[in-house]
């Protein structure tokens, strides 16, 4: 997964941008697929200044976003940083995967574009799109996975970057970069990442490395644990083998909404088994002790990793 990714000498310091939070981070390689904090920061935001949108604007004061941006930046210590990485809210994407009938070489673009339009709800132009091509469905149909930024959304976080003379890289959603910390697992077991944003959570399963299915669920805080029971019962539905039992191995929990425990209860009360809820160390990032948390960095670290070859 994310092979196109890792070909170009993409930053290995990064931003995330959240509605609560911006954090900036530096990585070090610790090991074959390890990383360590070299230097990071995280700067809490007033509410209101960024309302996370596909559709509306996002930022409700570019100078005040700006000073905190920047507060993010010097408290990290990488104010000499010049490239970046850049992560925001998943709210601000839409990701699919899209499935073509039968494209010649010469229409696949075209199709592409068609079915983006269909899944994503807005002109083609309009939109940023990021794609790859993953494995065909079992009736060998092409697949590919997609997402979509609006280029007015991206505009207003470019516009508050030029200020500093930053260039921003790579720019992905947040869930799509946290999936990074899911992918490289050795056995052929089901791997599903839950990310929680500010009306609701985002899922993403991965099979053999590449995504599977994606969920972007909208509800209460009080809705999460209904919701992620009914996503599991999903996959029990959908992927259980022919003997009754499932391939799903492991989760991801990203965000304070989700709470492990729970989580683990729900998986116990589906599956007639308890998950194993993955921590970052056991995906490859270890934290610095102290105050910076995984739900923070999980992002702009699982996109400066990609610029480790």
């Known amino acids: 997964m994310f092979d196109f990714l890792t070909q170009p000498n993409y930053p290995k310091s990064a931003i995330g941008i959240e509605q609560n939070a911006i954090s900036a981070l530096q990585l070090r390689r610790e090991g074959r697929g390890r990383f360590g904090v070299d230097r990071a920061a995280t700067v809490e935001l007033p509410k209101g200044l960024i309302t996370p949108s596909f559709t509306d604007r996002n930022i409700a004061s570019v ?5 905190i941006l920047e507060e993010a930046v010097v408290n990290a210590g ?36 068609w079915k983006a339009e269909q899944s994503f709800g807005a002109p083609a132009s309009q939109l940023r799109i990021t794609r790859y091509q993953i494995s065909n469905d079992r009736e060998g149909k092409q697949r590919y996975f997609a997402t979509a930024v609006k280029l007015s959304v991206i505009d207003e976080y470019e516009t508050a970057f030029e200020q500093f ?16 910390w899911l992918l490289n697992e050795p056995s052929a077991m089901d791997s599903l990442l839950i990310s929680s944003q500010g009306d609701g959570f985002t899922a993403v399963l991965l099979r053999g490395n590449e995504p599977s299915v994606v969920r972007s ?17 999903f996959y029990n539905d959908r992927f259980s083998d022919a003997h009754g ?11 304070r909404d989700l709470v492990p425990e729970k989580i683990r209860a729900i998986s116990t009360e589906a599956f007639g088994r308890t998950l194993a809820i993955v921590r970052s160390e056991e995906v490859g990032l270890s934290l610095p002790v102290g105050s910076l948390s995984f739900d923070d960095l999980a992002a ?7 610029g480790w070859k």
């Open 165 to 180: 003379g930053w260039k921003a890289g790579l720019i992905l959603p947040r869930a799509v970069a946290e999936t990074r």
């Open 78 to 113: 990488l104010m000499s940083q010049k490239s970046w990485s850049v992560s925001l809210p998943s709210s601000t994407a839409r990701s699919a995967i899209l499935t073509l009938d039968n494209a010649g070489k010469g229409q696949l673009d075209e199709v592409l574009e």
């Open 245 to 255: 039992g499932n391939l799903l191995s492991r989760l991801l929990l990203i965000g």
């Open 63 to 67: 100078a005040e976003f700006q000073t």
């Open 217 to 233: 669920v909208t509800c209460a805080s009080s809705e999460i644990d209904d919701e992620v029971y009914r996503l599991l019962m």
């Open 300 to 306: 702009p670290a699982g996109l400066a990793a990609f």
